[in-house]
């Protein structure tokens, strides 16, 4: 157990809030296969010569593989839950998510989602030459508030990114902000609008410690609002603080799924024993 | 392999026990994740975004030059200077200005006119590959892309439009009523060229290879346009049929119109034919069909 997870269990004792009593479904995953084409992956000499051999010859390019990458997942997520998706890297977990954001096309399979499941993650950048101010404006603006709402909400969510807590940062190109800036005032955006379907990956980690507090008080907030909240997360303590269940994915299929505690726990052996 | 826990919720009679996964969403209204919305429901959403459009292309602006000293003079210096490049090669070393009065307002209407189309090409091409950042991270409709990089070139040839008009006056030519016509011409054309740069957005996110061609078909363009000398003088000199397709160019319309509503020396008779009605339907077509034609991979931008 690291130094984080110990502060996390003292400083939020009360775990996370408790299952939903009505089920009414927000997301159905239906025997889902993604598979990604990558270009440019072990090209072969990749000199001009090869490469016009290889068209003249109609050979397909080397440097196309395919990777399959989730290999028919099912489950079913319902209003108020807080679904947490743990596994070790490359187990299918932030491809999940971005099917479920409508980004990623199933090779097979389906996903049903009510409205526009919004996906939140650490290396989706805004715009980088812009001031962290303008980010804001134009975040809010893209996601359909009016000029109105924006002006309503902006010290909300500058206040909750913490970007001024050091300084006028928020006057500042985004490009000059440490990533976990840039990180914290992209959750910020996003999270001022309330969503049906809020999927989180990683965000979380990359803030300091009053902001894991901040955004997982709003996790919760967004819960109450009847939404949806799927959090990946390296993070077994920030796991159980936040989710209700947990969906352990490896090589791309369900390892086990239900309440947080008995899968954490499992993975936990799992890890401990490999 | 896979442990599945009993849920907290058994026990409780499910109503919902025995439906596939299919008709479970069907019964809560559930769809397909990341499907495409109808053409009405996009325009609503597209219009629902007029704000972020506009802020958008203001901030393009704002960054496009803040990394250089002299900052938005830029604005005014490059079309300036690109039109003083083709005022050395086509007036002073190949004396191709010869027969046309007025030649450097002629120029400079033509570099700056077919440079707003050039944009649209050239921006509209990368705007879905150079935003992916913002694409996967925020719901919006893509065609908010396209349409913001074309009014930021807009905003940018007004600035263009005013050192225009500054070079028709100093070359003696007087202001006439034909200059509202301006407003006009350039409603038209930027219908055009928004068709045209969703178009192109479309064929840059599914083939990477188009911006590397791009500027060699943009450059042969250009020189059918019209941009340097008068076009009908080659056109009379070729049979019929592709005298008549150099004069339906859009791009050579649209700079003959601006020629015409700016320089009083330009007489309409010079005009290619029907040449209203060609802007007219060119903007019709560009704009309509880029923005239907955009709209068909809606759900695809961004993906892999």
């Not at chain 2, 600035?159 to 500054?166: D, K, P, Q």
Request: charged share 20%; aromatic share 10%; hydrophobic share 45%.
């Amino acid at each position: 157990m690291d130094d984080q997870e110990m502060l996390d269990s003292v400083l939020e004792p009360q775990g996370p809030p408790p299952p939903p009593t009505e089920k009414i479904p927000t997301v159905i995953v239906d025997n889902m296969h993604i598979v990604y084409k990558v270009y440019g992956a072990g090209a072969g000499k990749g000199s001009a010569t090869s490469a016009l051999s290889r068209i003249v010859r109609r050979k397909a390019s080397p440097a196309l593989t395919e990777v399959h990458a989730v290999k028919g997942i099912s489950f079913t997520a319902y209003k108020g839950e807080a679904v947490g998706l743990i596994g070790s890297n490359g187990s299918g977990k932030s491809t999940t998510l971005a099917a479920i954001a409508g980004l990623l096309p199933p090779a097979r399979g389906a996903v049903y989602t009510d409205g526009q499941p919004a996906l939140l993650g650490v290396n989706a950048a805004l715009m980088n030459d812009l001031t962290g101010e303008r980010n804001v404006v134009l975040g809010c603006l893209a996601m359909g508030m009016t000029y109105a709402e924006v002006r309503e909400k902006y010290q909300d969510i500058v206040d909750f990114s913490g970007i001024n807590d050091k300084g006028d940062f928020i006057s500042l190109p985004m490009r000059t902000y440490s990533s976990g800036m840039g990180a914290r005032l992209r959750f910020a955006i996003s999270a001022a609008r309330s969503h049906d379907v809020l999927m989180i990956d990683e965000a979380l980690s990359t803030g300091d410690m009053a902001f894991r507090k901040r955004s997982e008080e709003r996790i919760r907030e967004l819960r109450k609002e009847a939404g949806t909240v799927f959090l990946v997360s390296h993070s077994n303590s920030t796991i159980r603080e936040t989710c209700n269940r947990t969906i352990w994915l490896e090589h791309g299929l369900i390892r086990a799924d239900g309440p947080t505690e008995d899968v954490v726990k499992e993975y936990e052996d799992w890890t401990n024993k490999r | 392999m896979s442990t599945v826990f009993e849920q907290r919720a058994a026990g409780v009679a499910d109503p919902d026990a025995g439906l596939g996964p299919a008709e479970l969403a069907a019964k809560y209204g559930l769809t397909i994740s990341g499907r495409r919305p109808s053409l009405a429901e996009y325009t609503r959403q597209v219009w629902q975004r007029r704000y972020f459009i506009g802020a958008y292309a203001t901030a393009k602006l704002m960054v496009q030059y803040s990394s250089s000293k002299l900052g938005q003079v830029w604005q005014v210096l490059t079309p300036l200077l690109n039109a003083a490049v083709y005022f050395l090669i086509f007036d002073l070393l190949l004396h191709v200005s010869k027969g046309i009065p007025d030649y450097i307002p002629y120029l400079c209407t033509g570099v700056f006119v077919f440079q707003f189309t050039q944009a649209a090409v050239l921006s509209g091409t990368r705007s879905i590959s150079d935003n992916l950042g913002l694409i996967r991270a925020l719901h919006f409709p893509r065609a908010a892309l396209p349409i913001a990089f074309t009014v930021n070139q807009l905003q940018q040839l007004v600035v263009s439009m005013g050192v225009l008009g500054v070079i028709v006056l100093v070359s003696g030519l007087p202001v006439t009523v034909n200059w509202l016509l301006i407003i006009p011409v350039l409603l038209l054309q930027s219908t055009f060229n928004a068709g045209l740069a969703m178009f192109m957005a479309r064929i840059g996110a599914k083939t990477s290879d188009m911006a590397q061609l791009m500027p060699f078909i943009i450059r042969t363009w250009m020189y059918l346009s019209g941009v340097f000398w008068a076009v009908d003088s080659v056109a009379s000199k070729l049979p019929h049929w592709a005298g008549t397709l150099i004069e339906a160019n859009p791009a050579l319309i649209y700079i003959e119109l601006m020629r015409y509503s700016l320089m009083d020396s330009v007489p309409a008779s010079s005009l290619p034919h029907h040449v209203w009605i060609m802007a007219a339907a060119w903007a019709v077509i560009g704009g309509l069909g880029g923005y239907v034609f955009f709209w068909k991979a809606e759900e695809e931008y961004g993906r892999g």
